[in-house]
């Protein structure tokens, strides 16, 4: 496969395209694509160019690039057709009905596209990522015309003032390069880059070129001789290989003399080498071959064959001394490799598979979606696109070796989320490498991530805290979200229940009545189901609904004293458990007041099963001491507010112990070994020696609550050499 030429070309008419798509994909549409050249050259005609040619000759080379990158004839259409709506007012639908309705949509997202105004400010600049990303969400293939369109427009860029030429290409290298180096196709990204080098820093471009110009001959021959070098020492192991030389791209000259700060001179590997095998077996042998007759740059290999780039990109990558004592940097990949190198997600659309099994939408693509549903302001959007857009990430393993690509930052619950919702759902805990991390570590590249799970295990909100995916994210939120509702909809169909029952009617009666529409209607509510949830959470008092019940208005006076204090209570008991549920994440419930800072005191450390009291310190919400604390004293009293423990509470509490011990070797072990056994963490352990041969630990535990310390003292307290057991 020759490099791909993306230069401008004057002379290109309906045959050449015909002739170049007939090469790879013989049985496409081509009546199409015939009616789409003419139909573009009536709409265009007459239309110019900056450069003064007529401007049909713009979305013929947009649709020749296509061609290059071997896309399907929807898309070849698309960039024939590209402008036609924007400039010559054709409306979508007539595009639909003459041609195709992927066609039309392909057009209407590349007019969207180029309505986005771009400005140089990052707010703005995350506005534009967010629109592109949702024209990218609805079919991948309008951001590579789109692409192939930027293509053309930076080839000819010259033709337009100055000052278009600086802010097209910063646009450029901002957007489209990294849009494309995420896409994988570096064939474009690289040729984009060198043109937008060319036109914002013309003096760096045009002398680099001018010293790549110099000794051009010369080096022409060193690249045939290194070639062939290459190759015959292959082909002394028999291997079939081919084997491509060239300059290397600007921009990434460029690049090497920025993060080296060096100048021109000192720019040494400047020629690149490429090999092509078969497959993966040759590629390593290849580079046994290689690093045998060459003497390779320690630290210069890479084998994204192993581990791929995010963007697909296999290749193995090495730095040699070549035949003339310079550095030349050679990679080594099959023809496969190389086609998805150059191409990247275009691959997808290859003529062979076709649209139908091609993959409209990338995972990446999606998780930014639901993200961008989620985030309020452009700047945290924009970091996640850049997050996303850098190519890298981590690489993990499943125990059975499979590869699974997570984000910087990714802890085992996202690895969890990315396998299954229900596997994340119920993740109680993980081993890395085998030994059990809590869910919040960071997983690094080339972890093994076994997950385990339990069906006890449900996502709670400080999950969200945990995991860096959107996708997991989401996931947890939408189960928050549904245990709410469910528990709602329960509390409330109950407590309707009772309220009617004291009035001698049930649901039931209600429905056989037709009094249900009524009902919810009343309360202003779309469906019986809301109007349930409504009374659950406390939103809707049920004893107030009665006077709409239409078979129940007259009874509602009827109500005895008794009845209305027990339903009183009734509801109050009710509103005390949705409290509590919305302070899952709080230790201690505060009554009367659903949402108050609470903080446990120093002083006394109280666990869940302690007797508590709290009162009101100002500034700092409420304080929990235990009921017996010495620091709670008669004035703090009158401060007191009713108090306690929060049963869906489920975090660990930190408590400190003293263990005092006979003096023995491998006590502290000991002891140590007894608490892990039973799940009880320790969180630091302090020793000391005491007079008369006695040793004084403190251990900082973590404990569920009071029983569970009671329950972790005893069994310390069964150590043969162990004298006592406080807690402190
Ligand atoms: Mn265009």
């Known amino acids: 496969m020759e490099a791909f030429d993306f230069s401008h070309e004057r002379d290109i008419g309906l045959g050449d395209l015909v002739s170049r798509v007939k090469a790879y994909y013989p049985e496409a549409d081509f009546e199409m694509l015939e009616k789409a050249f003419h139909y573009a050259t009536k709409w265009h005609s007459g239309q110019k160019r900056s450069s003064g040619e007529d401007y049909i000759i713009h979305p013929i080379n947009v649709s020749a690039t296509l061609i290059k990158l071997r896309l399907d004839m929807d898309s070849i259409v698309a960039g024939l057709l590209h402008d036609v709506v924007e400039d010559c007012g054709v409306t979508p639908e007539e595009i639909e009905k003459e041609f195709s309705t992927d066609v039309a949509q392909i057009v209407v997202g590349l007019t969207k596209i180029s309505k986005i105004k771009f400005k140089t400010k990052e707010e703005s600049q995350a506005e534009n990522f967010r629109k592109m990303v949702v024209a990218m969400a609805k079919d991948l293939r309008v951001i590579i015309v789109k692409l192939a369109d930027r293509m053309h427009n930076m080839r000819t860029l010259q033709y337009v003032s100055d000052e278009k030429q600086k802010k097209v290409a910063q646009e450029t290298l901002d957007i489209y390069v990294p849009l494309a180096s995420r896409l994988g196709i570096n064939s474009v990204k690289s040729e984009l880059e060198d043109l937008c080098l060319r036109f914002l820093k013309p003096d760096i471009y045009y002398r680099l070129a001018e010293k790549i110009a110099m000794k051009k001959s010369e080096r022409e021959v060193y690249i045939r ?113 190389d086609e998805v190198a150059e191409t990247g997600v275009a691959a997808h659309w290859k003529y062979k598979e ?77 081993k890395v490498n085998g030994k059990m991390v809590p869910l919040r570590h960071v997983l690094k590249s080339g972890d093994t991530v076994e997950v385990m799970t339990s069906k006890n295990q449900t996502p709670s909100k400080d999950w969200l805290n945990i995991v860096k995916s959107s996708r997991a994210k989401t996931k947890i939120k939408q189960w928050l979200l549904k245990v709410e509702r469910d528990h709602n909809k329960e509390l409330g169909t109950e407590v309707l229940e009772k309220t009617l029952k004291s009035f001698g009617s049930s649901i039931k009666a209600l429905k056989k009545h037709g009094d249900i529409e009524p009902l919810y209607k009343a309360a202003s509510c779309s469906n019986f189901e809301e109007l349930l949830i409504n009374i659950g959470s406390g939103k809707t008092a049920s004893r107030e609904l009665i006077s709409h019940i239409p078979s129940l208005r007259d009874k509602a006076v009827e109500i005895s004293e008794v009845q209305l204090k027990e339903l009183d209570s009734y509801s109050k008991k009710l509103s005390k458990n949705v409290k509590k549920r919305a302070n899952k994440d709080n230790a201690v419930i505060v009554d009367g ?45 009158t401060r007191s507010v009713s108090v306690e423990w929060n049963s869906e509470f489920r975090f660990k509490h930190p408590v400190t112990i003293r263990v005092v011990t006979y003096d023995k070797p491998g006590i502290l072990s000991t002891i140590s070994k007894v ?50 057991v406080n807690r402190v």
């Open 354 to 430: 076709g649209i139908k099994s091609g993959k409209k939408k990338l995972d990446w693509v999606e998780e930014l979606l639901e993200f961008n549903q989620n985030v309020e302001n452009s700047h945290e959007f924009l970091s996640v696109v850049k997050n996303d857009l850098d190519v890298g990430g981590v690489f993990v393993f499943t125990p059975k070796g499979d590869v699974r690509e997570l984000r910087y930052g990714a802890t085992p619950l996202d690895f969890a989320y990315a396998i299954h919702t229900d596997v994340g759902n119920h993740c109680v805990g993980a």
């Open 675 to 724: 608490i892990t056994a039973i799940n009880v963490n320790i969180r630091s352990a302090i020793a000391k020696s005491l007079p008369d041969r006695k040793g004084s630990f403190i251990f900082e535990i973590e404990v569920q609550d009071y029983s569970e310390l009671l329950k972790t003292i005893s069994t310390i307290e069964s150590i043969e050499e162990v004298i006592s």
């Open 225 to 337: 001789e290194t070639v062939d070098t290459i190759r015959e020492k292959l082909l002394e192991y028999s291997l079939q290989a081919e084997v491509k030389g060239r300059s290397k791209h600007f921009f990434s000259i460029y690049k090497k003399m920025i993060a080296r700060g060096v100048g021109f001179e000192q720019i040494q590997d400047i020629l690149a080498f490429r090999v092509m095998v078969g497959n993966i077996t040759e590629c390593y042998k290849a580079l046994g071959i290689i690093h045998s007759s060459f003497t390779p740059i320690p630290g210069r290999f890479k084998d994204y064959i192993a581990i791929p780039k995010v963007n697909n990109y296999q290749s193995l990558h090495t730095t040699v001394i070549g035949p003339r004592a310079e550095r030349i940097e050679i990679q080594i990949r099959t023809y496969e490799m």
């Open 593 to 637: 007041e659903s949402d108050v800072m609470v903080r446990l005191a120093r002083c006394c450390n109280p666990i869940p099963g302690d007797p508590i009291m709290g009162y009101i310190t100002r500034g700092r919400g409420i304080t929990i001491h235990h009921a017996n604390c010495e620091r709670v004293d008669a004035d703090s009293l």
